[in-house]
């Protein structure tokens, strides 16, 4: 069964908007990811939250975590078409990526 | 940084043909190896990994089998393919560092 869920599974935003996209989960994890994928590519690693951290950035990435909600939060600030893309959230229990479990992801549409 | 090459990118199969889905990863030495397959719209199900050559763990029990006969070189086969097989498949590669992923191949079983 999938562990981390993402809501809302469409979002559609203007250029220069935020977009924000969050992540439920089950279980307890020793981190948690997101991972970014254009049509028809592989996944591409974004960010990376321990279960520790609350907070996290990375340009105009910023990723929340709550273990006791067991959710996180992935915004995009000032966000461009070249945005658009599915977002995944994966959660590890271990720490180990061998029980690293995907939702089904966020497709984002950023329109010019 | 690790590079993923898959191949092909796209395979068209009738049902009850056989399968080689071939994965090599540069850049990085005794990776974990991982085979995912995505269905349309969906997350990722692991299908297989690989801690080292020889060494494969099924999650999934299905008609695939994988294989690793080099440190950097991950096989997806099947002797006779279903057409629930159709799907994206992609291989992965972690060396103390998130996941690193392939472009995948989408195969059609028709």
């Known amino acids: 069964s999938q562990q981390g869920e993402e809501d809302p599974q469409a979002l559609s935003i203007q250029e220069g908007e935020n977009a924000t996209m969050n992540c439920s989960y089950k279980?307890?994890?020793?981190?948690l990811q997101w991972y970014r994928q254009n049509s028809g590519r592989g996944l591409v690693h974004l960010i990376l939250?321990?279960?520790?951290?609350r907070e996290k950035h990375s340009g105009r990435l910023r990723v929340t975590l709550d273990t006791s909600k067991k959710s996180s939060s992935l915004l995009i600030t000032a966000s461009r078409a070249a945005d658009t893309a599915s977002y995944f959230c994966?959660?590890?229990?271990?720490?180990?990526?061998?029980?690293?479990?995907f939702g089904s992801g966020t497709q984002l549409t950023v329109l010019p | 940084s690790q590079t993923i090459h898959q191949w092909p990118a796209t395979l068209v199969q009738p049902v009850g043909s056989p399968l080689s889905l071939e994965c090599t990863v540069e850049?990085?030495?005794?990776?974990?190896l991982y085979w995912y397959r995505q269905a349309a719209g969906r997350g990722l199900q692991l299908l297989f990994y690989?801690?080292?050559?020889?060494?494969i763990s099924s999650e999934v029990p299905q008609n695939l089998s994988a294989s690793r006969p080099q440190d950097r070189q991950f096989i997806l086969s099947s002797k006779k393919l279903l057409l629930s097989d159709s799907g994206f498949y992609l291989c992965?590669?972690?060396?103390?560092?998130?996941?690193?992923f392939g472009n995948g191949t989408r195969l059609t079983v028709t």
């Open positions: 992965a590669s972690r060396r103390n560092s998130p996941l690193h």
């Open positions: 279980t307890s994890i020793n981190n």
């Open positions: 939250i321990r279960s520790n951290e």
């Open positions: 994966a959660t590890d229990p271990s720490g180990s990526a061998r029980q690293l479990t």
């Open positions: 850049g990085t030495s005794n990776p974990n």
């Open positions: 690989s801690v080292g050559i020889g060494q």
